[in-house]
Every structure is written in C-alpha cells, then in structure tokens.
C-alpha cells in the first residue's frame, strides 16, 4: 500500500469510527444495539498488500490493447444470403432486422458492400420457386444458389462462396433428406447430397458446407467431388449441429420449416458433449477440411473440447435466434448493441472457433474498419 492509500485508508476507517460515535443512523435504537453498533466500530481491519496488481495491464487503453489475447478480424465472419428467384425481390425477414429474402441482382448489391467492408466470405442459403420430394432445386444445374454462385464468381472472383449443402429448404415436406412412411432415410439421402454437392462445386462454389446430419455424408461427399475432379475444392462440415430451438428465424428466412415432427431424430440432443466430439472425429476421418458447431452460444464448452481434440479449423455457427435476442434487446434499448455483439463473437473466437457464420458480420467489419 502506498503512502496515499494508507491515507485514504486511515480517513476513511476514521470517518466510519466517528460516524458511529457521533450516533449517526442510530437514532430509534435499544441500548444494547447501540453497544452492538459501537463494539462492530472498534473490529481492527487488517491492511491487505496485493503481491500481485493485475490492474497495471489494464490502466491504459493502449495497455490493454497490448497485451489483448484475442482479435476479431473481417476475414474471419461469412456472412449468409438467403436468395430467391426474380428481379429486383428484397424482402425483409421480420423475426431477423437487417435481413432479407433478395433476388439475385439484390444480391450482387449487398455483394459489392460486403467485399467493401473487407468480408471475405459469403454462405448462400437457396429458396427454390417450387419444391419436390426429391430435392430437385438443390441439385439442379440452375437450381438458385448454382445461378448466384456463377453471378458472384463472375463479379467478384476473389470473394469465397460456401454452399450450404442441405435439403430441407427443397423438399416439400422440410426435411434435410428422403422421407418414406414417416421416417427420414439416411442412405438414399446420400446420394442426392453428394449430387448438390457436386452441382455447386461445377458451379464455382470455393467451399462445400453440408448441414443435413446424415450419417457418412462427409465420406460420400469427398468421394464424388473426387471422382468428378474437384479433389481442390475443401468440405466446411456441420459437425455437431444440435437440434436447437435457437433456429425460429433461420426456418422464417429459409422456409424450412418441417411440415411434420422435427429435426431430433438427425441432429444432436443439447444435452450431449461427448457425442459431439464423436461426430467431429468422425466427420475428420471421412474428410471434412473444416469442422463446425452450431449453435455458438450454448455450445462454447464443445468448441473448446474441439479446439483441444484437432487441430482443423474450426467454425461456430452465430445463429439466427442468438442474432435475433440481440437486435430485440439492443431494439428496446436495454443492452448497447455494439458492446454485446462485439463481446459475443470475441466469446466465440476466444472459445477456439476460427471462423464464425454470422449476421452481424457487415456491422462487425464496419466497426472494427472504424
């Protein structure tokens, strides 16, 4: 303790003697409380010297930005587009402010402004005009994103376009594979996932993402875009996704929603950590070149337990309902937007996630180019 604490100590300690002594706040007291009081005045408060003052590092703006562990970075955020076919279509997604449903020309649009901000990367989500049984949009060689994919490489050839490789949003029934009597096939769904697979990959997607939880998708995936020369072209795997109610919004701004059951039978139980794990190490032995968890928030433990099981790059899905809890909160003024998202994602990356999928990713590059 300096001598100038010690100062501040000793007036301090005396200005709570005094008061007591004085009878100040004793007023309406029985005798023996003000005894109690009086003796409580005289307890000896022993004066404590840190051996250590972590504060020092933290005293300074620079300081702290110094000996910072963690750093956001554009390059690190994909952002998601959720296309649609027409002309000049830009819908807002009213659960996801911000949002939107758009046409490809819209696209292109908010394209130009994500490669501005210094955004390396786009995820595209498609919405068919119709949907089948059979998943037809997503495999078709004009299918939405195949179309948008060609539009983005041909306007911004450096920009990194990932698929996402799923059903649900093609099927007529929202499931993420083929369904019969009820129930969701896993190996027939295999071949028709390699075969979007393929299809994105000939259409110039950089990254193929699948999110549909089929077991052996990974491996059948890596085996077809091999056997159609696309040896290069890298696997994002949706590793552990978990059968989260966080995903409300998404299903609004996909139309996904399954029109029976849900999803648990496919995707994970939110109660299971060494599960998760097995579905990484298993999704790396089939080839998958990145590994993801989904969602990021209530699943940080599982990203660490990952980080410190491979060392793949790792993604975190920031998805739509946590996106969405913050717009509403920071919309009715109870958090400060900026500070929270910021907090989130470095909560994220700090976890071990290399790469986020996120919807605040424009606001995120805008704020740390500023």
Known sequence: ???????????YTYKIRDSYEKGQGMKETTTKERAQVQKASEFQIPRVTPDMRMRRLRSKAPLRSMVRETHLRPEQFIYPFFLVEGQGIKTPISSMPGIHQQSIDEMLREAEEVVKLGLGSVLLFGIPK???????????????????????????PDLLVVADTCLCEYMDHGH???????NILNDPSLEIIARTAVSQAAAGADIIAPSDMMDGRIAAIRQALDANGFENIPIMAYSAKYASGLYGPFREAAESTPQ????????MDPANGREA?????LDIAEGADI??????????????QARQMTKLPIAAYNVSGEYSMVKAAAANGWIDEKRVVLELLTGITRAGADIIITYHAKDVASWLKN
């Open 1 to 11: 303790m300096t001598a100038a604490e010690s100062d501040i100590f000793s007036v």
């Open 130 to 156: 119709d949907k089948d049984s059979q998943a037809t949009g997503a495999w078709h060689e004009e299918g939405i994103v195949q179309k948008a994919t060609r539009e983005l490489k041909k306007n911004f």
């Open 176 to 182: 993420c594979g083929i369904v019969h009597n009820g």
């Open 260 to 267: 029976f059951g849900d999803r648990s039978s496919y995707q």
């Open 277 to 281: 794990l097995r579905e990484i190490e």
């Open 291 to 304: 590994v993801m968890v989904k969602p990021a928030l209530p699943y940080l433990d599982i990203i660490s």
